[in-house]
């Protein structure tokens, strides 16, 4: 387990962050302690320093990292985490100058990620994508290295691995890529067999801590943990979903989305994210109470348009809506439904948006049957609706209301189906 055990004592950090004005700083950093915390940090205090740009040593000037310095080397604080990603000599120099272990954003979010993946595909995309952001990071990391077994960044790959040379890492990030081809390949097979078999998906997708997880136990019993934190679950879950229609679809689960996410895990989990792209319809869960909800809405949407998901049928679930008073207030994108998960109101809505999002699946159609090719008809009565069978000159005319993919499997017995256009 890498959870931090009740009686170990927690990691204490200082929060830095350079405000230039290109996004909300405060909120940002708001966000960073949500995710110290996740990691099992205890924040001890929060800085930020408004500068046109971050320093090209230190990130901060040198009078506020003397001032940090100064003021907390009495406070038994081990690490400095930085609201954004730092270069390697950014690193090595502000550890030199202060004396305190330093980590980045990208490093934290890793760290979480390590802790929560479960599956063997889940640790793979963490470790690799642990090693490619160390593996320009390896020299001189000094006290980042010095702390065997301990704090945010060491868990995942190991230290062993750290401290192994460039050419071993690489050798291991390309047996990594290997084993996620692999991997990738068999989630292709599976997607291609659903589509051969007329399954629809439904994707939940969101900002972490949306209630996604909470939600996907609500529709389908799945069993998925749901805990009031960031990226309480990371493996995609998939289950079945009946709908009011009778129509049945599946509903995948997602890893959870936050400001800036390090570029090495979105590529890590780029074939798990790319369920999103390949869905019927997608379910944009959003937190209603959260004073950022639109900007958590465009982060996922900025998201599925680099996937390729644009133009994909989108529902807005405002997740929480029963912590609002007025729902009257909230702009809304598209398709809205307001829920709460966790209480199951606003359910019904939901499950009938989704029907009405799904494209078609059933069609109707007027088949015939040559009397020396009889038996493809039982296929149409078992699996459709049908409204009349005449027997002709021809054959067995059977007009009935049937599944898209039985259509395109029968169409050699529809008269005058258009071969040369598209399947359904």
């Known amino acids: 387990m ?22 909300d700083a405060n909120i940002s950093i708001d966000e960073l ?62 550890e030199k100058f202060t004396g305190f272990r330093v980590v980045d954003r990208t490093t934290l979010i890793l760290d979480i990620f390590a802790q929560r993946a479960r599956s063997k595909e889940g640790k793979l995309q963490v470790e690799l994508a642990q090693l490619k952001y160390r593996l320009p990071r390896l020299g001189g990391q000094g006290l ?6 301990g704090g945010i960044g060491t868990r995942g790959p190991g230290e062993s691995k750290l401290e192994s040379d460039k050419r071993h890492i690489r050798r291991r990030i390309d047996s990594i890529s290997d ?58 879950t998939s289950r079945a979903l009946e ?6 679809v599946m509903l995948i689960d997602t890893v959870g989305l936050v400001r800036r996410l390090p570029h090495n895990l979105v590529e890590a989990f780029k074939s798990t994210l790319e369920e999103a792209a390949c869905a019927d319809v997608i379910l944009n869960v959003c937190d209603a109470s959260s004073s950022e909800y639109a900007e958590h ?64 699946d059933r069609a109707r159609a007027t088949y015939l049957f040559p009397y020396s090719d009889m038996g493809p008809s039982n296929i149409v009565r078992e699996d459709g609706t049908v409204f009349s069978e005449e027997y002709t000159e021809e054959g067995l005319v059977i007009d009935a209301l049937c599944s898209i993919r039985v259509m395109n499997k029968l169409k050699a017995y529809i008269p005058g189906f258009p071969e040369e256009e598209e399947e359904f």
């Open 144 to 149: 980042a290295l010095s702390r065997l077994g």
């Open 179 to 236: 084993e996620l081809k692999e991997v990738e390949k068999r989630r292709n097979n599976m997607r291609r067999r659903r589509e051969k078999d007329g399954v629809q998906t439904v994707v939940i997708v969101g900002y972490t801590n949306a209630g996604k997880s909470t939600l996907m136990n609500r529709l389908s019993d799945a069993g998925v943990l749901a805990e009031n934190m960031l990226f309480a679950t990371l493996d995609p």
């Open 243 to 248: 709908l009011p229609s009778g129509r049945s």
């Open 297 to 360: 809405l465009k982060v996922t949407e900025e998201l599925l348009n680099e996937l390729g998901a644009s133009g994909k049928p989108i529902v807005s679930v405002m997740n929480k809506a029963d912590l609002l008073y007025n729902t009257d207030d909230i702009p809304t994108i598209g398709r809205t439904v307001f829920i709460s998960a966790l209480r199951g109101t606003g359910i019904n809505e939901l499950l009938k948006a989704i029907d009405e999002s799904l494209p078609p």
């Open 2 to 23: 890498y959870e931090n055990e009740s009686n170990e004592r927690k990691e204490r950090a200082i929060l830095c962050s350079v405000d230039t004005g290109k996004f």
């Open 33 to 94: 302690e949500e995710l110290a915390r996740t990691a099992g940090a205890e924040v001890i205090a929060k800085v930020i320093q408004a500068r046109p740009a971050p320093d090209a040593a230190l990130f901060l000037g040198v009078g506020k990292l003397e001032e940090i310095k100064e003021f907390y080397q009495y406070q038994d604080i081990d690490t400095l985490i930085f609201d954004d990603e730092l270069t390697p000599s950014q690193q090595r120099n502000i």
